[in-house]
């Protein structure tokens, strides 16, 4: 069974940075990405972040973090980051780790496991 644990998140002022852990466990033998979602606290859809493909290594981003965050697998493979830098309030959210992630168009999918998520606040 797949475990994802998330750290990381907290308090942050406007313009200032953050890096989220993952660290997966159970992890199946054909797993093929990771990545990231978060849920704003008006509590609607969650939103794709960013995705990994394993495999390849190459990377997508939503166009509202684009050139802000960087996705990056650890020494230790079963271990991705989140650097979040320039954070803006409506950055705000519950981040959730995901597996086999997919960008299809201008549509998110994580189509195996989630974490239970981590708090970030940006405010001042």
């Known amino acids: 069974q797949v475990q994802l644990v998330e750290s990381g998140g907290g308090l942050v002022q406007p313009g200032g940075s953050l890096r989220l852990s993952c660290t997966a466990s159970?992890?199946?033998?054909?797993?093929?990405?990771i990545g990231w979602f978060r849920q704003t606290p008006a509590g609607g859809d969650r939103e794709g972040v960013s995705?990994?493909?394993?495999?390849?290594?190459?990377?997508d981003y939503a166009d509202s973090v684009k050139g802000r965050f960087t996705i990056s697998r650890g020494n230790a493979k079963n271990t991705v980051y989140l650097q979040m830098n320039s954070l803006k309030p409506e950055d705000t959210a519950v981040y959730y780790c995901?597996?086999?992630?997919?960008?299809?168009?201008?549509?998110?999918?994580?189509?195996?496991?989630w974490g239970q998520g981590t708090q970030v606040t940006v405010s001042s």
């Open positions: 995705c990994m493909n394993i495999n390849d290594g190459t990377t």
């Open positions: 159970g992890l199946a033998l054909d797993y093929y990405a």
């Open positions: 995901v597996t086999d992630c997919e960008v299809r168009g201008s549509d998110w999918y994580a189509f195996d496991s």
